[in-house]
T-cell receptor, first 113, second 116 residues
Framework: RKEVEQDPGPFNVPEGATVAFNCTYS??????FFWYRQDCRKEPKLLMS???SGNEDGRFTAQLNRASQYISLLIRDSKLSDSATYLC??????????????FGSGTQLTVLP | EAQVTQNPRYLITVTGKKLTVTCSQN?????MSWYRQDPGLGLRQIYY???????DKGDVPEGYKVSRKEKRNFPLILESPSPNQTSLYFC???????????????FGPGTRLTVL
């Protein structure tokens, strides 16, 4: 089983739609969680961290469910500029391990005019 | 401007011809890492470094070498490239993990390597 799993999509949604992505992780001891955004042929960039209490940044809402080991990203009122691949990223806590982040393979979103 | 730079950005080479991809960051970050990205597989870590002269293997280290002689530089070396190393490579840096566990990674622009 992959450490971090995402639905690869693609998700094709009309402008203004609300879209949600889920991501599951296998290590129950994982400490921190993030969503990164990657535009086509560009480097990944941090979109937002995911806090236990859930957090919101404008049109974006991230939630964490530790019991079920998944995180989610909700995008409201989607814009054409939201078209990108969204990477779920987990910081697994492994005793003796110094590696920092494990990346999911990404969910591709295309917002259509 | 705070950034991570990689060179070259694009490279086409032939099997067996040694090459080096350079990575440099100007943010005084302790942690640096190399990833490769392949369709359907996402980002996979090749090697990482927690600080100068401290390097360790990631998930897919075979066929690669790294060195960390200076804090700002973390070159990736392919001693004898093979076609299965054709990929998009990213270098990243961050501060070392603090007690909060928050450690945003800053990525370079990527190097697209083709090995014929």
């Amino acid at each position: 089983r992959k450490e971090v799993e995402q639905d690869p999509g693609p998700f094709n949604v009309p402008e203004g739609a609300t879209v949600a992505f889920n991501c599951t992780y296998s290590n129950s001891a994982s400490q921190s969680f993030f969503w990164y955004r990657q535009d086509c042929r560009k480097e990944p960039k941090l979109l937002m961290s995911v806090y236990s209490s859930g957090n919101e940044d404008g049109r974006f809402t991230a939630q964490l469910n530790r019991a079920s080991q998944y995180i989610s990203l909700l995008i409201r009122d989607s814009k054409l500029s939201d078209s990108a691949t969204y990477l779920c990223v987990v910081n697994p806590h492994r005793a003796g391990s110094a590696r920092q982040l494990t990346f999911g393979s990404g969910t591709q979103l295309t917002v259509l005019p | 401007e705070a950034q991570v730079t990689q060179n070259p950005r694009y490279l086409i080479t032939v099997t067996g011809k040694k090459l080096t991809v350079t990575c440099s960051q100007n943010m005084n970050h302790e942690y640096m890492s190399w990833y490769r990205q392949d369709p359907g597989l996402g980002l996979r870590q090749i090697y990482y470094s927690m600080n100068v002269e401290v390097t360790d293997k990631g998930d897919v280290p075979e066929g690669y070498k790294v060195s960390r002689k200076e804090k700002r530089n973390f070159p990736l070396i392919l001693e004898s490239p093979s076609p299965n190393q054709t990929s998009l490579y990213f270098c990243a840096s961050s501060t070392n993990q603090g007690t909060s566990g928050y450690n945003e990674q800053f990525f370079g622009p990527g190097t697209r390597l083709t090995v014929l």
